[in-house]
C-alpha cells in the first residue's frame, strides 16, 4: 500500500506522481535516476536528497554539501522545519509538505503528501480529581478574539509571510461585524490580549515606562504556533447577519 505521494514541478497529471510505501525510499536530484524525481536545474546537485516513507509521516535526508532545505506545511501559517546539509533521515511531520531548495539563485519546491493523520479521543476517561486548567482561555465570542482573528487572517489564508495589517487596516476588517469599532477599541483589545497571554505585566505589575515592542508580531506568533486561533474561526470576522444564516 502507498503511503507517500510525492508531486514533482510542474506535475501536470496524476501519472506524473510517484508513489511509495512504508520502508521505501526515492532520490531526488538533477541526475536522474531509476524511479526517483529528477529536477533539471544546474543549481541542484546529481544527488539533492532521499525520502523515505514511514507510516504517517516521511523522513528527508539533505546530501546536498552546503544548502538547507526548507520543508513548509502549506497550511499551517509559516510553520516549517528547516534540514541542514548532511542531515539524514530528518522525520517529517506535516500531512500536506513543500520542499524548498535553493538553486543558484532559484527556490525550487515540490510538494509531498503523507496520509491523513490519526486523533485519539482527548475526553478523560472517566478520570477522578479537577480537571487541567486551559493553556490559554479565549473566549471566541468576545471582541478580542475578532480582533486576534484580524490580525492573523493573513497568515491563515495561506501566506505565512504576510506582513501584518495596521491597526486602521483592522478597524475596517471588523466594521461589518463591530459597527462602533474605533482606533482606541483595537489598541486596548491588543493591549488586553498581551496581558491576558502574559506577553507584557499587567497593570499592576508593570513598571513606571516600560513598553512593549512588537507586540502585533508576538500576538500573531504565539497565536499562530499554538493554534489560538484557525482558519475556521475567521468566521468571527463576517456580518452578523450572514453568520446567522448559516
Not at 18 to 33: K, Q, Y
Not at 69 to 81: C, D, F, K, L
Not at 95 to 124: N, Q
Request: proline content about 8%; charged content about 25%; glycine content about 8%.
Amino acid at each position: 500500500m502507498y503511503s507517500i505521494i510525492v508531486v514533482p514541478p510542474s506535475c501536470g497529471s496524476v501519472a506524473e506522481q510517484l508513489r511509495i510505501g512504508t520502508g521505501e525510499r526515492i532520490e531526488f536530484g538533477r541526475a536522474e535516476s531509476g524511479g526517483g524525481l529528477t529536477i533539471a536545474h544546474a543549481g541542484v546537485p546529481r544527488l539533492a536528497g532521499e525520502i523515505a516513507a514511514h507510516r504517517t509521516f516521511w523522513l528527508l535526508s539533505n546530501l546536498s554539501e552546503d544548502q538547507t532545505y526548507v520543508v513548509e506545511n502549506p497550511e499551517g501559517a509559516g510553520e516549517h522545519i528547516k534540514v541542514a546539509p548532511g542531515r539524514v533521515d530528518a522525520p517529517v511531520p506535516f500531512e500536506l509538505s513543500r520542499v524548498t531548495l535553493p538553486a543558484a539563485g532559484d527556490l525550487l519546491s515540490f510538494d509531498v503528501w503523507a496520509p491523513r493523520h490519526a486523533f485519539r479521543s482527548v475526553d478523560r476517561r472517566a478520570l477522578d480529581g479537577t480537571g487541567t486548567v486551559p493553556a490559554f482561555a479565549l473566549d471566541r465570542t468576545k471582541r478580542y478574539f475578532a480582533v486576534l482573528a484580524a490580525l492573523c487572517e493573513r497568515r491563515l489564508r495561506g501566506e505565512p509571510r504576510a506582513p501584518l495589517p495596521a491597526v486602521e487596516e483592522i478597524v475596517e476588517r471588523l466594521r461589518p461585524s463591530w459597527p462602533k469599532v474605533s482606533r482606541s477599541a483595537v489598541y486596548w483589545n491588543i493591549d488586553y490580549l498581551a496581558v491576558k497571554l502574559r506577553l507584557r505585566p499587567g497593570p499592576e505589575a508593570a513598571g513606571p515606562g516600560q513598553r512593549t515592542h512588537g507586540k502585533k508580531e508576538s500576538l500573531a506568533s504565539l497565536a499562530l504556533r499554538f493554534d489560538l486561533v484557525r482558519e475556521d474561526d475567521l468566521l468571527v470576522l463576517a456580518p452578523v447577519a450572514s453568520r446567522a444564516e448559516r
